[in-house]
């Protein structure tokens, strides 16, 4: 049956946003308060990928870009099931806006060679941005699809989704392209314990700048090829909330006359 | 003179109401920074929009009507989008943030090299005139200030966060009728639209929201009451979603709809992160939670701690009293 389906899932360390703690004054985000879990709408990204994969074979890849520490949720995705994980880490490639994290990933993807499909989660829960993985499609020339919360059929040649943009949408996307996925696609399996095992003994493969430098250059990447810039970050307060607190018998009358005098006035 | 190029956003026909408030604050920053505000509109029978793009602030409309561009296929609406923008050159250009707005703008910002800034909910100018750009981040925990160092700065702007402009039929300005060039008819074939979303939660005045607090699916009929008394919707918390009680339409949070309603009112929902990212900047918040450590209270103007089984009939019953005597005396006067 020809080559081999060859899937790549990008995806990110992100801090526990349940755990992680703001600094008011600072506007700091203190990274070390909380635990480094896996993005995790880019679970159900892996998910997608092992499903399509126990339908046709083919391989996954896992491509993910920060600091050292991230090889935990490589190696939790080799537990998951994936095959080969890719971990680019280097000073040269941090402090990327999402224009240089596209550079970097799609030369990533490109020094890989051939490939039938990229998934990725619709965002992540630090950035938020969402715009890396339109992004990577546009660098590499391959159609995409956002918002996927529905994988109808997989051939050799297209893929039919269902994106959703507030209205479902059916599209048929030639192969290679790139979906980005919703939380409703499917549920995230745990680790197996003999794929956690295998985990222990596999490789993370460690690649810097320099394995790219084929496909972008230094200056493209990292802080240096960032087109944006963050000038002040600032922890929204909750001071401006009134905060009454109410109790007791009158607690709902008291409401319900706020809700009159506040929401019903015209 | 360069322009501020915002994109009309159509799904069928109808222009989608963000590319007003868009055009309101594009006409803002232009008059401020000396520029011409024009607007791209792409899709089938939609040159009848066009002249309320100009009544909302635009002076010139480039329109691209055209039977191949009637489905919403991002490589061909992408591919039309950046031979304008290399074009005419824009200094800044803003796309509404909805879903496909923000499937769209990042294929644009890379095929033309630039910075782009998502779902924004402010856009200032420094005393030096540059444009700062802000949104929230680490779901909604924090607010950025961003620079964009690239030409066009490119932003997506969240829906509901500007004012839309009044409508000046008086108001006069340049039609433009384009071909479209770039269609794509092997990547991306759109096999039509399946559902449509029914309720829009983004457009709500009052929102009364139920999470892990409620016991049984039928128990959102308590919410539906209360709801229907103050003429707003139903909208959840995400554990409700995925236990399969209620569409993903109604679905409050980061992965979910981001809401500002004039009243928020959040039955049995603790306050998770996730939710909390989509309805902290609700204009007044009401919390019942019998949990009085709940961080929802921190968000919350007035917070009732009680059991909601037992305070929402209540409640309901004390506000369709008060309404029929409003009602009552409003006869009178």
Known sequence: MGQEFRIIVLIKQVPDIEKVRFDVDTGRVDRSSAPGETNPFDLHALEAGLQ?????????????????????SLKDALARGADRAILLTDPRLAGADTIATAKALAATIKKLGRFDLILCGEKTVDGDTGQVGPEVAELLEIPHAAYVCEIREVTRESIKVVSDMGDKYLYEL???????????????RLPTLKGLLRAKRAEIEIWTADNLLEYASIDQLGFQGSKTRVTKVIIPGVEHRKGIILRGDDAVKKISEVILREVLRR | MSDILVYAETAGSAIHPV???????????????????????LGYNISDEAPELIYHGADKVYVYDDERLRDLNVISYKNVLVRLAREIKPEIFLLGATPWGRSLAPRIAAALDTGLTADCIDLQISEDGRLIQVRPAFTGNILAYIETTSKPIMATIRY?????????????????????????EEWVRCLGKISEKRVSLADAEVIVAGGRGLKRKEDLRLLEELAGLLCGVIGVSRPLVEEGWISKDHQVGFSGNVVKPKLYIACGISGSPQHLAGMRDSNMIIAINNDPSAPIFRYADYGVVADLYDAIPKLIHSLTEAMSREGRSSRRA
């Open chain 1, 52 to 72: 399509i994969k126990e339908r046709f074979g083919g391989s996954i890849t896992i491509i993910s870009m920060g600091p050292r520490q991230a090889e935990s």
């Open chain 1, 174 to 188: 030639k192969l290679p392209a790139l979906l980005t996925v919703t939380r409703e696609l499917n549920s995230p």
């Open chain 2, 19 to 41: 590319t007003f408030e868009l055009l309101g604050k594009a006409g803002e920053l232009a008059e401020r920074l000396g520029l011409k505000v024009s607007s791209a509109v």
């Open chain 2, 160 to 184: 509901r966060v500007m004012k839309k402009p009044p409508r000046d039929p008086d108001r006069r300005g340049e039609i433009i009728a384009r071909k479209p060039e770039g269609i794509d």
